[in-house]
């Protein structure tokens, strides 16, 4: 089946200080992936929808200068959290979707795990 | 506004014994239904979907769910537990109202299978 992955798995940073987090489809294009946000013991709520070539399409009440998407090619898409604080600590997790027969079928990413000291 | 809900926060089965995690939808068109699992620290795996079809769904590691057109309801299944079930579980809906096919996921339901 078709793979994401995502890194790093973990990063831990200090306040003040931006990180990026990669998402890569491995076998397959994607021209649309997905940014989702959880927090603990909590659903998945989506942040933005990132298209390759454009600009990201953001949810309501997520702040696009904050985290920051791009989406440069096919199989990579980035969320930069800049200037980060602890409330930004959370579980974050990409998603792409595939070309199924269907067009209706995500696959995940691991997640990456930030925490903002 | 398309929506899901799943009424338990946990499921608690034993081990070989059947097990069903609930699941309601609201939505205004053909409903695309997805059911996803969790381990801990990892992201989600995608178990099953109903788009068009049979109304019972099989799908990865042995689960089923059942689609109930009369009651919104597309509840997970397995004739019997692992304690490798252990997860939690997400059902979903593709979002009609967005353009790229995002999904609206439920609050999640936690499954504790004990040998």
């Known amino acids: 089946g078709a793979v994401v992955s995502q890194h790093p798995s973990w990063v831990i940073c200090k306040s003040g200080t931006s990180v990026k987090i990669e998402c890569r489809s491995l076998d397959f294009q994607a021209t649309t992936m997905f940014w989702y946000r959880q927090f603990p013991k909590q659903s998945l709520m989506l942040m933005a929808t990132?298209?390759?070539?454009?600009?990201?399409?953001?949810e309501q009440g997520v702040e696009k200068d904050k985290f920051l998407i791009n989406h440069a090619s096919l199989t990579l898409s980035t969320l930069t959290v800049t200037s980060a604080h602890p409330e930004d600590s959370s579980f974050y997790i990409c998603s792409a979707r595939a070309p199924t027969g269907d067009g209706n079928e995500q696959f995940f990413g691991p997640g990456t795990r930030l925490t903002v000291l | 506004a398309q929506s899901v809900a799943q009424p338990e926060d946990q499921v608690n089965v034993a081990e070989g014994n059947p097990l069903t995690v609930k699941c309601t939808y609201s939505?205004?068109?053909?409903?695309?239904l997805f059911w996803y699992v969790q381990y801990p620290n990892r992201g989600l795996q995608f178990l099953l979907k109903?788009?068009?079809?049979?109304?019972l769904v099989k799908g990865s590691y042995g689960f089923e769910a059942e689609f109930n057109k009369s009651q919104t309801s597309f509840h997970l299944k397995k004739p019997s537990a692992l304690v490798s079930d252990s997860a939690l579980y997400f059902c979903a809906v593709r979002d009609y109202g967005g353009s790229q096919g995002n999904l609206i996921f439920g609050k999640g339901t936690k499954l504790s299978v004990k040998p």
């Open positions: 990132s298209n390759e070539g454009s600009k990201a399409t953001y």
């Open positions: 109903y788009i068009t079809g049979d109304n």
């Open positions: 939505v205004s068109g053909n409903p695309y």
